[in-house]
């Protein structure tokens, strides 16, 4: 750190003498007509004599990332939004100029103009014929990352990551395609986008802890949204067919790999349909977005292989408890499956119902063998307050997970409509936050108002934006693929406040 912070002394000086030359340290606008892999794509083919017989004149801006000084000449690496390029500075061109590259260090921005040519070794280079120093860099770049503690710094200093790790910024202009194909996908579905409240007087549509704010004007709590489903039932009341929103959700759950506190979900309904026509609707979502952003079906994720090419297995959800060891004897008897899963070693809250129960049962041995994209369908009730009863049998619900990679990627079902029902769920919920289940519902009566009016018969689904980025870019954590995850407040560093 002591070397780290003499460099910064070192840069603080020439930002001082670069002043006393006239010189702006964050200086003017600079007209760049070219970008790095634009330059290479265009004249990969040229040979070393084409450009000398037809100069290719070029301009461009960026940040010094590599740069060896000979003296009297220098080559250096520019990267820009697009990638790198070679750049060669020689003092016989630059004159009187050249002297400001003394004063020039790995990191800082500037802009040039110049010619290509290639060097004895056939690199595209830009020989420059006059640069401009844009901004001076006071913190030196990282030469490379690794370990847990520099994993830990890449997180929280992204401007950094972003700099000296272009898979990174890869990865973040793949998930810029990724939303653009979902959102492509479904407004050629005929959905429209809308946008719905992100603070709630009632906290619904999820099971899920909220965080909590005070309105002060309006003198009462207010709840950052954990799902904006309730609000876009409304609009089916209100007779849209077809909507969907892509935002931020917010739930005050712990931080993995798999979660995030703020996090981006789609959530979109569509009228007169069930959950059985959305499961052919999720996988021409996926697959079109997949092909988009990847080129093909068949995509690596860590060490596996996963086929996204539809049909995907449609597995009830007791039955794939039973396909992996849970005795169905378990299944109508809340006392036996608690024993059973204490005796296997699952967490079992106390106070949980037979359908919570299961669902831990179902956590931890069944999802991790859930690899190739899989429909888990026909919830017990007691899971899904909002989604409409199998009229076959009603202790289930018409709903569908999908699991990818041990993962729930979306979660959907058929709609309940029933006021009279829903009314009846809520209360059970309120019971359970009660008895101290603090991610139960909460009741809304003003939902159940709006189904008293009559909401059509409808499917909908939530599909996590950030896990399908995940998946589509072979990515381990989802901090990998939020640009500034929500991190623990960073301890301060002595050795800066001494500078």
Request: contains cysteine; charged residues 30%; hydrophobic residues 35%.
């Amino acid at each position: 750190m002591e070397e780290t912070n003499e460099l910064v002394k070192q840069r603080i000086r020439k930002v001082e003498e670069l002043k006393e030359m006239g010189i702006k340290p964050y200086g003017d606008p600079f007209c760049a007509e070219h970008h790095a892999s634009d330059l290479i794509t265009k004249y990969k083919d040229a040979t070393k004599e084409e450009l000398e017989s037809a100069p290719a004149a070029c301009s461009l801006a960026g940040r010094i990332v590599a740069m060896r000084d000979f003296g009297k000449a220098a080559f250096a690496h520019i990267q820009d939004a697009t990638g790198k390029i070679q750049v060669y500075l020689k003092k016989d061109l630059l004159g009187e100029s050249y002297k400001l590259l003394k004063k020039v260090d790995i990191g800082d921005i500037i802009g040039l103009k110049g010619r290509l040519f290639r060097t004895r070794t056939n690199e595209l280079t830009v020989e420059v014929e006059s640069f401009a120093l844009m901004t001076k860099s006071i913190r030196p770049l990282p030469e490379k990352w690794h370990g847990l503690k520099d994993v830990e710094t890449r997180y929280r200093q992204r401007y950094v990551d972003l700099i000296v790790n272009p898979e990174v910024r890869e990865n973040f202009a793949k998930r810029s395609v990724i939303i653009k194909g979902v959102r492509d996908f479904l407004e050629s579905k005929g959905f429209i986008e809308v946008e719905t409240p992100m603070m709630h007087q009632i906290p619904g549509g999820a099971a899920a802890r909220p965080f909590k704010t005070h309105h002060n004007a309006l003198g009462v709590d207010l709840y950052l949204r954990i799902a904006p489903e309730l609000y876009l039932k409304r609009l089916l009341v209100g007779g849209y067919e077809r909507v969907y929103e892509l935002n931020k959700n917010f739930r005050n759950e712990g931080i993995s790999t798999k979660h995030n506190p703020e996090f981006s979900m789609l959530e979109f309904y569509i009228a007169y349909k069930d959950y059985n026509y959305l499961m052919t609707f999720t996988e021409e979502l996926i697959t079109t977005v997949a092909l988009k952003a990847t080129g093909s079906l068949k995509i690596n994720y860590g060490e596996e292989t996963i086929d996204l090419t539809p049909p995907w297995p449609r597995l009830p959800m007791l039955e794939a408890l039973e396909r992996n060891g849970v005795p169905s004897e378990i299944f109508n008897d809340p006392e036996r499956a608690k024993t059973w899963g204490r005796a296997n070693r699952v967490d079992i809250p106390e106070g949980s119902s037979l359908g919570k129960i299961l669902d831990e049962i179902f956590k931890e041995k069944v999802e991790p063998a859930l690899i190739q994209p899989t429909f888990i369908i026909d919830h017990p009730v007691e899971l899904s307050p909002l989604a409409k009863r199998k009229p076959e049998n009603s202790s289930l619900v018409e709903r569908f997970e999908l699991f990818i990679c041990s993962r729930e990627l979306a979660n959907a079902f058929s709609e309940l409509n029933d006021p009279f029902d829903q009314r009846e769920r809520f209360q059970k919920q309120v019971e359970a936050k009660e008895k101290g289940d603090e991610e139960t519902m909460w009741m809304d009566e003003d939902f159940v108002r709006a189904l008293e009016y009559g909401m059509p018969p409808a499917a909908g689904e939530g599909i996590g934006i950030d896990r399908l980025v995940m998946l589509l870019t072979n990515s381990q954590s989802i901090r990998d693929v939020i640009l500034f995850p929500q991190l623990k407040p960073e301890q301060p560093d002595r050795s800066e406040d001494e500078q």
